[in-house]
């Protein structure tokens, strides 16, 4: 089958911008798959330490807003030894200018429950976090940098834990 074109000003026309659309539709796809997840984050309004260091990968689809994040496994955390966090490999939901919903993945833990995040939203310099019946508000200032998986911010401090838990028995002889 060979491809022929009428010499219509119309057709032609309508060819060029479908080809022009095709084009700049997988250039733009091209770029976003260079973006971090972080990078994604902050163009929809967010901090990056919403997301704890770690995050192998996402996809996103531009025109819903539905995400998926990937992390190499669960991560948990406590921040300011008050709320403890845990995200699950994969990180689900619905991305918007200064909202995300339909999480899936993030729970907090609140006295002895755990509770599920199914809401962040942005207003001004606070950040909304919603278990459903209940909600908080954090200053933004608070998730400028991403915490690490195990020990959140505070690593320092759980590495000198971890070392002296490390015994040495000094009654073991090697020879």
């Known amino acids: 089958m060979a491809w022929s074109f009428t010499p219509k000003h119309t057709s032609l026309t309508a060819f060029a911008a479908c080809l022009i659309f095709v084009c700049s ?3 733009h796809t ?3 798959h260079a973006l971090t997840a972080y990078q994604v984050l902050q163009g929809y309004g967010f901090p990056v330490g919403i997301l704890p260091k770690g995050i192998l ?5 531009t025109s819903t807003g539905k995400f998926s994040a990937y992390l190499n496994g669960t991560c948990a955390f406590s921040l300011e030894g008050s709320y403890k966090l845990r995200y699950k490999s994969t990180i689900t939901g619905v991305i918007s200018q200064n909202k995300l919903r339909n999480l899936k993945g993030v729970s907090v833990k609140v006295l002895f429950l755990w509770l599920d995040i199914i809401e962040v939203t942005r207003s001004g310099d606070k950040l909304d976090f919603s278990v459903g019946i209940a909600s908080a508000d954090f200053d933004i200032d608070n998730f400028v940098e991403s915490p690490q998986c195990g020990c959140g911010f505070d690593c320092v401090t759980a590495q ?5 838990k490390i015994r040495v028995n ?5 020879s």
């Open 170 to 174: 000094r009654f073991v002889s090697s």
């Open 57 to 61: 990968g996402y996809d996103l689809d």
């Open 30 to 32: 091209a770029a976003d």
């Open 160 to 164: 000198v834990e971890q070392a002296s």
């Open 25 to 27: 539709v997988s250039t």
